[in-house]
């Protein structure tokens, strides 16, 4: 079973630029799919990117694509998000997600993903 941890999260201007990270152990993390999403306050968890296991094909929310890169380093078991121009509505709890699922879809619901992390807060003021 795999446990994942975040960090990268903190206070940013708007405009601004950040760089989360998703260590992951206790598993074979080459082998998951892996996520991210975010949860603003108040409202429900969603889906931003996602990486296959082999890091070559990469998958984005239509309203994030232009602003938000995930990337992986298998040896290092960490998965990335760089996000830049970021806005005041990017403000959220970030989770790294982990599945099973070994294909190349585009997996976006939340119930495809069993293993979370913590989440790292990101707070982007004006």
């Known amino acids: 079973q795999v446990q994942l941890v975040e960090s990268g999260g903190g206070l940013v201007q708007a405009g601004g630029s950040l760089r989360l990270y998703c260590v992951a152990s206790?598993?074979?993390?080459?082998?998951?799919?892996m996520a991210w999403f975010r949860q603003a306050p108040g409202k429900e968890r969603e889906f931003v990117a996602a990486?296959?296991?082999?890091?070559?094909?990469?998958f984005y929310a239509d309203a994030l694509k232009d602003r938000v890169t995930i990337s992986r380093d298998n040896a290092k078991n960490t998965v990335y998000l760089r996000m830049h121009s970021l806005k005041r509505e990017d403000t959220a709890v970030y989770y790294c997600?982990?599945?099973?699922?070994?294909?190349?879809?585009?997996?976006?619901?939340?119930?495809?993903?069993?293993?979370w992390g913590q989440g790292t807060q990101v707070a982007v003021s004006s």
């Open positions: 206790g598993g074979d993390f080459s082998r998951y799919y």
């Open positions: 997600a982990a599945s099973d699922y070994n294909g190349s879809e585009y997996l976006s619901a939340i119930s495809e993903y069993r293993y």
């Open positions: 990486i296959t296991w082999s890091g070559g094909s990469q």
